[in-house]
């Protein structure tokens, strides 16, 4: 299995309260993920990152900033939680160089904003 | 622009029996394809993926996949399905703007005894 570890793995919070999320890989991979799957809409990708402080955007990133300053780590900061950002928040790695597509999945942190 | 669709949000299989899992998707050139498997409460894990080449791809687990250019299709089949494959698939393609994965919304399988 990937060495990919995500904490919290559950965590209830109140609105307007600020949340991370972290993932942590020891495998060395240059792409690192988050994502959120929410039922009825399969994996919807937030943020993404191709190296050490290098980010970008993906289809969903607003109300959410991510940070990565070491290899291993990738943060997922919520600002100021709403109950719309209430969803299962997956942390996926992949190296392009040894596969194209190939991405390898965290267990998954459940996030429920009351 | 490029789209995956999963036709079956939820597909009942008899263990034992032959399973196919539809996708549909929509893209300009050759695609690059994929089939995940997510069982409850975990990660998604690679089950097999359709770069080039031969359009019938073996995978994982006993899964095979058929890349159909005419249908715009990657089904996923299975000849006997066995209580363990219970688990959500998700069928994605790959965007050539940024590398990125297109994934359709999922099609949960339930295995009947």
């Known amino acids: 299995d990937a060495g990919i570890t995500q904490s919290p793995r559950h965590k209830v919070t109140e609105t307007g309260t600020p949340v991370t999320l972290r993932c942590h890989q020891t495998e060395n991979h240059r792409y690192m993920y988050w994502y959120r799957q929410d039922p009825g809409h399969g994996l919807r990708l937030i943020h993404y990152s191709y190296g050490v402080k290098d980010t970008d955007k993906g289809e969903v990133s607003d109300g959410y900033s991510v940070s990565r300053s070491k290899t291993e780590d990738f943060l997922l900061t919520l600002e100021s939680a709403t109950s719309s950002q209430t969803s299962v928040y997956f942390c996926?790695?992949?190296?392009?160089?040894?596969?194209?597509?190939?991405?390898?999945f965290g267990e998954g942190s459940r996030l429920t904003v009351l | 622009a490029q789209s995956v669709t999963q036709p079956d949000i939820h597909i009942t299989v008899s263990e034992g029996a032959s399973l196919e899992l539809r996708c549909n998707y929509s893209y300009g050139a050759t695609p690059y394809l994929f089939w995940y498997v997510q069982s409850p409460g975990q990660g998604l894990q690679l089950l097999l993926k359709y770069f080039s080449g031969d359009t019938l791809v073996q995978g994982i687990k006993g899964f095979e996949a058929e890349f159909k250019r005419s249908q715009s299709s990657f089904n996923l089949r299975k000849p006997s399905v066995h209580w363990s494959d219970a688990a959500e698939y998700f069928c994605?393609?790959?965007?050539?703007?940024?590398?990125?994965?297109?994934w359709g919304a999922g099609t949960k399988l339930i295995i009947k005894p």
């Open positions: 996926a790695i992949s190296e392009p160089e040894r596969g194209q597509g190939e991405l390898f």
């Open positions: 994605a393609v790959l965007m050539d703007s940024n590398y990125q994965l297109i």
